[in-house]
């Protein structure tokens, strides 16, 4: 499923990385974590790498106990010493916000002899029950006392539980290759004084070793950690919306690459039969007919990607179908109907599946409505495709980007193709990345294939 980072030359990891899976109470979800001491700079999982031990679990499990602590078994079943792992679980809210903080220091002290230390910072949410859970790890600044640690974003049921008063315990360190990390300072902080945070003022807190306070009369602090920026969003789910009497706006994009067959052919999946509609127009009408009810004005985007299209009979991957490219919309599923009988003539089906452009397309637009204040709008894009997507990496790409924007993606596979791709960027056996590894922010794709319910 995953990996957390890397913890070099410690017996006590403490990681960093946050697992997120989809919890159903009525199925058994298994699971299983392995432990690996690694010996180079390739891949993880290597035969080079030493199997410290693993364990068997149900998700299920874990949720019950909220801590979960179990010893580490090597192979047949023989305990790894006095080896454990613990595994906590918290539930995310679907209606999630997240921050984006901006930290750095200035005047550390110095633990090192020959040089400047290596400064980190870590944050710990302190629970409940007073035990304390890691929330992030900044990177390393090597030999620098005023580091600029990167910007990073965190969930606000993360970092606090959703609750500002909630204390924060923050540690410095001087990072150390053989895993002992020298102790700078510590301080205390709520998410109610980050916000504190205005134009031209920063929030400062003094960085205290509490055995140097004791210890030294005139002793102040051992360096100045500063919180630069903070960047609070709001992350609202589809029915935030609906039940806050917002509009959708409907967007639908067709696949008219070469693959789905030459319409002027019977077996074309594009073949308008005057008897009874295609499969393009089958899910386009099943889908459409529900989304129309939360449109008040009923006018429809209607898009095509994949085709040569007048008057150059240029390859687009992002075309009105309506050759409108001012007003790319239709009245209501029927004028989308329309337009989608009368392109096709005029029109060469071509390729490459390039669904990238619109994706990037409706995510700025519902990037723009993102800005009113009271969320009157929801995006949907339905795209209807006949198989394997050709920009597979800008996809998942587009996805994570999108995942910030009030937008939903329904993915309708037609015809008997492979969706395998569709699948991962369902996400559903897992959560989507880009390229680069970022997550998305939520899950804003469904694919369904047409061929499972056409019938129903």
């Not at 990891?13 to 989809?22: L, N, Q, T």
């Not at 969003?233 to 935030?240: A, C, E, G, I, T």
């Not at 339905?382 to 990496?393: E, F, K, N, S």
Request: glycine residues 6%.
């Amino acid at each position: 499923m995953d990996r957390t980072e890397v913890i070099k030359s410690n017996l006590h990891p403490v990681f960093a990385k946050v697992f997120s899976w989809d919890y159903y109470f009525e199925e058994v979800q298994k699971l299983r974590f392995e432990v690996y001491d690694i010996h180079g700079t390739h891949s993880i999982g290597t035969r080079d790498d030493d199997f410290l031990g693993g364990v068997e679990c149900t998700l299920g499990q874990i949720v019950a106990q909220k801590k979960m602590v179990k010893p580490l078994l090597l192979k047949y079943g023989k305990y790894a010493g006095k080896s454990t792992i613990t595994v906590h679980a918290e539930e995310i809210s679907g209606n999630n916000g997240y921050v984006e903080l901006s930290f750095c220091a200035k005047k550390l002290d110095d633990k090192d002899l020959f040089s400047k230390s290596d400064p980190f910072l870590e944050i710990y949410r302190i629970n409940d029950d007073e035990t304390e859970q890691l929330v992030h790890r900044t990177e390393v600044i090597k030999n620098n006392l005023n580091p600029v640690w990167e910007p990073f974003k965190v969930s606000l049921i993360s970092l606090c539980s959703c609750d500002e008063e909630r204390k924060l315990k923050c540690l410095v360190w001087d990072y150390d290759s053989r895993g002992k990390h020298d102790f700078i300072g510590e301080f205390y902080a709520t998410f109610r004084e980050m916000q504190k945070i205005s134009s031209g003022n920063k929030v400062t807190w003094d960085c205290v070793n509490p055995k140097y306070k004791q210890k030294k009369r005139n002793y102040k602090n051992s360096g100045v950690v500063i919180l630069s920026d903070l960047k609070l969003h709001r992350v609202y789910s589809f029915l935030d919306y609906i039940m806050g009497g917002c509009q959708i706006h409907f967007t639908v994009a067709i696949d008219f690459t070469a693959s789905n067959g030459d319409p002027r052919n019977s077996c074309s999946l594009h073949y308008i039969n005057p008897y009874q509609p295609n499969e393009y127009l089958k899910a386009l009408i099943a889908v459409g007919e529900i989304c129309q009810d939360y449109d008040s004005d009923k006018r429809f985007s209607a898009l095509g990607f994949g085709a040569r299209i007048p008057p150059n009979y240029e390859v687009s991957h992002d075309f009105a179908i309506n050759f409108n490219p001012e007003d790319d919309e239709c009245e209501e599923i029927q004028g989308v109907v329309e337009a989608y009988q009368n392109c096709l003539p005029k029109i060469q089906l071509y390729g490459p599946t390039n669904v990238s452009p619109i994706i990037n397309r409706i995510a700025k637009l519902a990037a723009g409505d993102g800005n009113i204040k009271d969320a009157s709008r929801y995006h949907i894009l339905l795209i209807l495709t006949d198989g394997v997507v050709t920009d597979m990496a800008d996809t998942r790409e587009a996805i994570v980007r999108a995942s910030y924007q009030p937008l939903s993606i329904i993915i309708v596979g037609v015809g008997n193709a492979d969706f395998t791709d569709m699948q991962i960027l369902d996400g559903d056996d897992g959560v989507l990345r880009s390229p680069k590894g970022e997550p998305v922010l939520r899950d804003i794709v469904q694919f369904v294939p047409f061929r499972d319910f056409k019938t129903v």
